[in-house]
Structures are given as structure tokens and as C-alpha cells.
């Protein structure tokens, strides 16, 4: 009999015929074996009460839906949970199974085995790294090794899995570009606005990778991994990345840069190449004041006057501390200044609520009032010059509004930061010898003649430490105050400010890499294990940002990610499967992809059935 089905079995015993119910199933084997549901008795017993009993209870067995066998089996079965790692799968990853196959990786990955003369399977592999980097992130080794956590069967080697970085870094620009066509309409790609920011992750490693020369001296590969400025301040060397994401916060393309190059040059080529290859047209790029060089406001915008229009736009944060002297008098000039009470989308009056004092400074209450944007702009005739032959010799006149508004929030936060960083410099400069390049962070701008021993760190002796008093007032003067400029002149400053806010979407994608998909430290260290370890991260956050956009934006990442990762099935007995978890999360994901998550037993052939093997 096949598994799942119950039947009448005839045995002997006593040299009398015995009646009992069975049913089969598949071990982990997949061999087909019996177990006893129901024993009924002697068939000599038995005719006393039934005219037939074989016939009779042939037919019941018949009946038998498949709800009622289980009920049968799970009356029978010791349902103790067992306390044994290897009995739990995770079943969670159904939902990233869909969006996986449908973003068409399957099929791209099964074209591209019919021609590699390999034995295994490309998707498997892949299809492996990203559910392991988006529910067990842990190193390549760590992540076969736990492969048996998944009901997917992954029949390839560990060697077969290294020897694919090779294939998987090579297809990188085809699989991005598979998933822009799979997504673009499905998930109503917005390109209007692209965000883009740059990243750096560490290695565990303490020297740099050589470039690789030909015979002439000349560079012809860049060693990927360089000592740079980490955005965590270590002295290890780095790779950096540069991401650009669509309106919605979705990834569209990223790029991979030595640790030692400048960020300033990589997002002109990114944007540049992403256009080409998914055909966006006009895209407006926002992006920080990082960004923000004479070089790329021409190459985004060109000169941007009433004929020269029909370039890309931009969206820059800009440094008013770092602007020139007439962009400074204007940012502080107050008599030029709107104020604007801001209302949100229902047409709610926004307010914060506000210490209340007596007149002897006494905290007495709260009170409401409402959120004021202060704000001021104007479109300017701005003269850059940039590079030309290596050399900066070509100036342009380009057009663009510039944006100033106050926000009491942040010249608080600027004036804790301040004060806090002062303090240190204080202390520092009573006690250097506390102190060493590392530990010493963040204080160092405040003070002058301090210079670091470059073997120890340690703070050079024989100078004469003093705080930069005209510095710190320079910056008082500026608290609050923030700038953002623009090639769309026609934009309001609410409109300019709402889509530059936008930057905390490419943020946290950065942070769901570093946390939740545990990016760093890479623990690879070929150019090609390097490229596959950012792809399948890539991957990993799209799935991440659809799922978010399918469950429109109701739950944190975290809590998703969680979720998924706790709906396990613990094999109890035989091929049969507890569930024990459910949440909002797994509730709503039912509805989204129309699958029934919500019962506390299935068969292993039901599980199969569910996650389509």
C-alpha cells in the first residue's frame, strides 16, 4: 500500500485471522513502511457483530478522508515533543520560496547549468545562501553544513559549492537585471526618484590586497580589499559598496569598490550603468552631501538653465560649515526666513510637546504646540568647475535652488554632540596619555597640535595641546540649521525636504545587511567568493524589502525575519510534522500567498506539497 493511504490488514495470530488498520508511510528514507492506527480483532469475534467484517471495514478504510486517518494517527502517536535538534525543520522559508521562484532565479540558473558541464545544481547552491543569509546568516562552511534545516534536499558537495562562486560572480549583471524585469511590474517599480549611499564592510584580516600589474607597471585588477575610512572607525581593511534603491526603498543595483578608492566617484558610473541596462529614463538621485561635488552635480544635471533641461536631477545634502562665505551669510540672514505650521497626510495639526516652566525656571507641565518648518530658498546662479583631463580646469555655471530650514531638534542633538565631544577633548588634553588615536575619536577636530605615534596610536609628546575655542563658536552658530540643494526648481521646500528625508530608506537597508543578514565580517577571500557573498546579500535584502512591501510596511523587519525563523515543523513520529507557532505576522503572510500555515499537524507529503517539491 503507498504512503498516506489506510488499509484492512488480515495477519495471523494463534492460527487465527487478526483485522487491524494500517497506514503507510515514508520514512526519511523515502521507503515506504506500516503503522498500526487501530487494531479491531479477531475476524471470528468480529462476525458476531458484522455479517462481513473484512468487507465492512475494507469499506470504512476506503472512506477514510485524509483529515480523519490523521486524527486516527495522532491518537495513536506519543506527541511529546523531542528534544532533539535534528527532529525541527524550518518551514518558514516557504514565503521566501515564492518570492524567489517568482523573481524567475529557478529557471535563470537552470539555463545557465545546460551549459556547464557540472554535475550539481547552480540554484540549489544559490537558492541555499540566500534562505541561510536571510534566516541562520553564519559563514559559507556553517551554512552547508546546516543545510539539513530546510525540507529542500540540497544533493551538492562543499567543494561544489565553493567551485560555483566562480559561475555565480560572472552572472552578476544578468541576474540583476532579471530581477528588474521580474519586479518591474509585479511590485510597480518607481524610478522618478533613485536613492543611492555607499558602505564599507570589514575583514578579519590585517593587510591589504595587492593590485596586479602587467609588465609595463600599469594596474590592470584592483585588489578589492584596502585599508580605508571605516564607517566603524577599525583599521582593518574594507571593501565599500554603493547601492541604489527606487522610491519605495527597493534595491535596484549595487557595485563593489576598494576600500582605499573615494565614494565621491562611484555613483555616477552606478547611475549610469543602471539606467542603461533596466532602460530608466529621467530619475531624480538623491543622495548626501557626500555626494555632493561640483563633478557630479554637472555630470546629473549638466548646467540645468531653461535650455539645457533634459538631464537627470538631483536631490544633495549641503555642508553650510563647508560652503563659501556668501552662502553662509545667507543661510543666517533671518529676515528672509517663512514659517510654516506642518500638517500631516489626514490634515492633522503636527505638534511636540514642550517643557513648561514657572518663572523660577521650575518644570511645572507640558504642553502642546505646534511643529513650525522654518525654511527659506532660491534658485542661484552657481559657478563650479570641474575636472577635465585630470585636471580641474573647466567652469560652468549651473542653475539650482537652493533649500535652508531650522529644526530646534536637531541643533539640540547638534549641541549634545558638540558638548559631549568637547568634554572628551577637555579630559584628553589634561590626560593624553589615556588616551590613543582609536579611543580618542571624535574629539580630536576640537583640538590643536595633536598628532598620534603611527606605530603605538598613542598621542605624541613635547606639543602643546589647546582647545579650538573659534572653531567650537563657528559651529554654535550653525546649530539647527540644515541645507539641501536641487536641480528641480519647481519643487516647494516641504516637497524637497519630504524626499530628501527619504535617505533613512538606503540607511536602513544598510543596517537589515550588517544586522539581520550579518554582512560583516566577510569571511571569504577570493575576488569571485567576494562578489557572491554581496550578490546572495543583495538577494537577500530585495526579498526582504518586497516581502515588507506585501505586508505594506504593518511590521518591523526584525520581527518578520523572526517570525519566519520560528515557524518550525518537528518531526514527532514517522513522517508526521508538529507546528507549534503562530503569530500576526505568519497570519497575514496566509492570506498574502494563499497557503494554509495554520495547522498543528501535517504529513511529510503534505509539507512537500506546500513547498511545491
Same mark, same amino acid.
Given at each position: 500500500?503507498?504512503?498516506?493511504?489506510?488499509?484492512?490488514?488480515?495477519?495471523?495470530?494463534?492460527?487465527?485471522?487478526?483485522?487491524?488498520?494500517?497506514?503507510?508511510?515514508?520514512?526519511?528514507?523515502?521507503?515506504?513502511?506500516?503503522?498500526?492506527?487501530?487494531?479491531?480483532?479477531?475476524?471470528?469475534?468480529?462476525?458476531?457483530?458484522?455479517?462481513?467484517p473484512?468487507?465492512?471495514?475494507?469499506?470504512?478504510?476506503?472512506?477514510?478522508?485524509?483529515?480523519?486517518?490523521?486524527?486516527?494517527?495522532i491518537?495513536?502517536?506519543?506527541?511529546?515533543?523531542?528534544?532533539?535538534?535534528?527532529?525541527?525543520?524550518?518551514?518558514?522559508?516557504?514565503?521566501?520560496?515564492?518570492?524567489?521562484?517568482?523573481?524567475?532565479?529557478?529557471?535563470?540558473?537552470?539555463?545557465?547549468?545546460?551549459?556547464?558541464?557540472?554535475?550539481?545544481?547552480?540554484?540549489?547552491?544559490?537558492?541555499?545562501?540566500?534562505?541561510s543569509?536571510?534566516?541562520?546568516?553564519?559563514?559559507?562552511?556553517?551554512?552547508?553544513?546546516?543545510k539539513?534545516?530546510?525540507?529542500?534536499?540540497?544533493?551538492?558537495s562543499?567543494?561544489?559549492?565553493?567551485?560555483?562562486?566562480?559561475?555565480?560572480?560572472?552572472?552578476?549583471?544578468?541576474?540583476?537585471?532579471?530581477?528588474?524585469?521580474?519586479?518591474?511590474?509585479?511590485?510597480?517599480?518607481d524610478?522618478?526618484?533613485?536613492?543611492?549611499?555607499?558602505?564599507?564592510?570589514?575583514?578579519?584580516?590585517?593587510?591589504?590586497?595587492?593590485?596586479?600589474?602587467?609588465?609595463?607597471?600599469?594596474?590592470?585588477?584592483?585588489?578589492?580589499?584596502?585599508?580605508?575610512?571605516?564607517?566603524?572607525?577599525?583599521?582593518?581593511?574594507?571593501?565599500?559598496?554603493?547601492?541604489?534603491?527606487?522610491?519605495?526603498?527597493?534595491?535596484?543595483?549595487?557595485?563593489?569598490?576598494?576600500?582605499?578608492?573615494?565614494?565621491?566617484?562611484?555613483?555616477?558610473?552606478?547611475?549610469?550603468?543602471?539606467?542603461?541596462?533596466?532602460g530608466?529614463?529621467?530619475?531624480?538621485?538623491?543622495?548626501?552631501?557626500?555626494?555632493?561635488?561640483?563633478?557630479?552635480?554637472?555630470?546629473?544635471?549638466?548646467?540645468?538653465?531653461?535650455?539645457?533641461?533634459?538631464?537627470?536631477?538631483y536631490?544633495?545634502?549641503?555642508?553650510?560649515?563647508g560652503?563659501?562665505?556668501e552662502?553662509?551669510?545667507?543661510?543666517?540672514?533671518?529676515?528672509?526666513? $517663512?514659517?510654516?505650521?506642518?500638517?500631516?497626510?489626514?490634515?492633522?495639526?503636527?505638534?511636540?510637546?514642550?517643557?513648561?516652566?514657572?518663572?523660577?525656571?521650575?518644570?511645572?507641565?507640558?504642553?502642546?504646540?505646534?511643529?513650525?518648518?522654518?525654511?527659506?530658498?532660491?534658485v542661484?546662479?552657481?559657478?563650479?568647475? $570641474?575636472?577635465k583631463?585630470?585636471?580641474?580646469?573647466?567652469?560652468?555655471?549651473?542653475?539650482q535652488?537652493?533649500?535652508?530650514?531650522?529644526?530646534?531638534?536637531?541643533?539640540?542633538?547638534?549641541k549634545?554632540?558638540?558638548?559631549?565631544?568637547?568634554?572628551?577633548?577637555?579630559?584628553?588634553?589634561?590626560?593624553?596619555?589615556?588616551?590613543?588615536?582609536?579611543?580618542?575619536?571624535?574629539?580630536?577636530?576640537?583640538?590643536?597640535?595633536?598628532?598620534?605615534?603611527?606605530?603605538?596610536?598613542?598621542?605624541?609628546?613635547?606639543?602643546?595641546?589647546?582647545?579650538?575655542?573659534?572653531?567650537?563658536?563657528?559651529?554654535?552658530?550653525?546649530?539647527?540649521?540644515?541645507?539641501?540643494?536641487t536641480?528641480?526648481?519647481?519643487?516647494?521646500?516641504?516637497?524637497?525636504?519630504?524626499?530628501?528625508?527619504?535617505?533613512?530608506?538606503?540607511?536602513?537597508?544598510?543596517?537589515?545587511?550588517?544586522?539581520?543578514?550579518?554582512?560583516?565580517?566577510?569571511?571569504v577571500?577570493?575576488?569571485?567568493?567576494?562578489?557572491?557573498?554581496?550578490?546572495?546579500?543583495?538577494?537577500?535584502?530585495?526579498?526582504?524589502?518586497?516581502?515588507?512591501?506585501?505586508?505594506?510596511?504593518?511590521?518591523?523587519?526584525?520581527?518578520?525575519?523572526?517570525?519566519?525563523?520560528?515557524?518550525?515543523?518537528?518531526?514527532?513520529?514517522?513522517?508526521?510534522?508538529?507546528?507549534?507557532?503562530r503569530?500576526?505576522?505568519?497570519?497575514?503572510?496566509?492570506?498574502?500567498?494563499?497557503?494554509?500555515?495554520?495547522r498543528?499537524?501535517?504529513?511529510?507529503?503534505? $509539507?512537500?506539497?506546500?513547498?511545491?517539491?
Amino acid at each position: 500500500q503507498g504512503s498516506g493511504n489506510m488499509f484492512l490488514k488480515q495477519s495471523k495470530s494463534h492460527n487465527k485471522i487478526y483485522l487491524s488498520f494500517v497506514q503507510g508511510y515514508r520514512d526519511e528514507s523515502g521507503k515506504i513502511k506500516h503503522k498500526t492506527i487501530k487494531k479491531l480483532g479477531f475476524l471470528d469475534d468480529l462476525k458476531k457483530e458484522y455479517e462481513d467484517p473484512i468487507s465492512h471495514f475494507k469499506k470504512i478504510a476506503k472512506q477514510k478522508s485524509d483529515d480523519e486517518i490523521r486524527e486516527y494517527t495522532i491518537k495513536n502517536l506519543n506527541t511529546k515533543l523531542i528534544d532533539n535538534v535534528d527532529s525541527r525543520k524550518n518551514l518558514g522559508y516557504v514565503i521566501l520560496k515564492y518570492i524567489y521562484n517568482e523573481l524567475n532565479i529557478p529557471s535563470f540558473f537552470k539555463d545557465k547549468n545546460k551549459k556547464l558541464k557540472v554535475e550539481y545544481s547552480l540554484n540549489d547552491i544559490f537558492k541555499l545562501l540566500v534562505f541561510s543569509r536571510i534566516l541562520y546568516p553564519n559563514s559559507k562552511l556553517a551554512t552547508y553544513n546546516n543545510k539539513n534545516i530546510f525540507f529542500d534536499t540540497f544533493e551538492f558537495s562543499k567543494d561544489d559549492m565553493y567551485h560555483s562562486f566562480d559561475y555565480f560572480s560572472s552572472y552578476k549583471d544578468e541576474l540583476l537585471t532579471l530581477l528588474w524585469n521580474s519586479t518591474k511590474e509585479k511590485y510597480n517599480r518607481d524610478t522618478s526618484i533613485s536613492y543611492y549611499d555607499t558602505t564599507n564592510y570589514y575583514f578579519e584580516i590585517s593587510y591589504n590586497d595587492e593590485d596586479e600589474l602587467n609588465d609595463k607597471g600599469e594596474v590592470i585588477k584592483k585588489g578589492q580589499r584596502k585599508k580605508g575610512p571605516s564607517k566603524e572607525h577599525r583599521k582593518t581593511p574594507i571593501i565599500q559598496m554603493g547601492l541604489l534603491m527606487d522610491k519605495n526603498a527597493i534595491p535596484m543595483y549595487y557595485d563593489l569598490f576598494p576600500g582605499n578608492e573615494s565614494e565621491k566617484l562611484q555613483m555616477r558610473p552606478t547611475l549610469k550603468k543602471t539606467k542603461a541596462k533596466f532602460g530608466i529614463e529621467r530619475t531624480i538621485i538623491v543622495a548626501d552631501r557626500g555626494q555632493n561635488t561640483s563633478d557630479n552635480t554637472v555630470f546629473i544635471a549638466g548646467k540645468n538653465d531653461d535650455v539645457h533641461n533634459n538631464h537627470d536631477g538631483y536631490v544633495y545634502g549641503q555642508s553650510i560649515l563647508g560652503a563659501d562665505k556668501e552662502f553662509k551669510t545667507w543661510a543666517l540672514k533671518q529676515d528672509d526666513f $517663512i514659517y510654516d505650521k506642518i500638517y500631516d497626510e489626514q490634515g492633522n495639526l503636527v505638534t511636540y510637546s514642550d517643557v513648561k516652566k514657572d518663572k523660577d525656571g521650575k518644570i511645572i507641565g507640558y504642553e502642546d504646540k505646534p511643529v513650525i518648518f522654518k525654511h527659506k530658498s532660491r534658485v542661484y546662479a552657481k559657478k563650479v568647475q $570641474i575636472k577635465k583631463d585630470g585636471k580641474r580646469n573647466v567652469t560652468y555655471r549651473i542653475y539650482q535652488k537652493q533649500m535652508i530650514y531650522y529644526s530646534k531638534k536637531y541643533a539640540d542633538r547638534q549641541k549634545h554632540l558638540r558638548e559631549v565631544a568637547v568634554e572628551k577633548a577637555k579630559d584628553l588634553i589634561k590626560n593624553p596619555g589615556k588616551y590613543t588615536q582609536a579611543t580618542s575619536y571624535g574629539c580630536t577636530k576640537y583640538i590643536d597640535n595633536i598628532y598620534f605615534d603611527n606605530e603605538t596610536g598613542e598621542v605624541k609628546e613635547g606639543f602643546d595641546l589647546s582647545l579650538k575655542i573659534e572653531k567650537i563658536k563657528e559651529e554654535e552658530k550653525y546649530d539647527g540649521y540644515y541645507s539641501i540643494v536641487t536641480s528641480e526648481k519647481n519643487l516647494s521646500d516641504k516637497e524637497l525636504r519630504d524626499i530628501y528625508k527619504g535617505l533613512w530608506k538606503i540607511e536602513e537597508s544598510f543596517k537589515i545587511t550588517k544586522s539581520e543578514l550579518e554582512t560583516r565580517p566577510v569571511f571569504v577571500w577570493t575576488d569571485e567568493s567576494i562578489e557572491t557573498h554581496f550578490l546572495s546579500c543583495f538577494v537577500s535584502l530585495l526579498i526582504i524589502r518586497l516581502l515588507e512591501q506585501r505586508l505594506d510596511y504593518k511590521y518591523s523587519n526584525h520581527y518578520v525575519i523572526e517570525s519566519l525563523r520560528n515557524y518550525e515543523s518537528t518531526n514527532i513520529e514517522h513522517d508526521i510534522y508538529l507546528q507549534n507557532f503562530r503569530n500576526d505576522v505568519i497570519k497575514d503572510l496566509e492570506s498574502i500567498f494563499n497557503v494554509d500555515l495554520s495547522r498543528k499537524y501535517l504529513t511529510l507529503s503534505e $509539507i512537500k506539497k506546500i513547498l511545491n517539491l
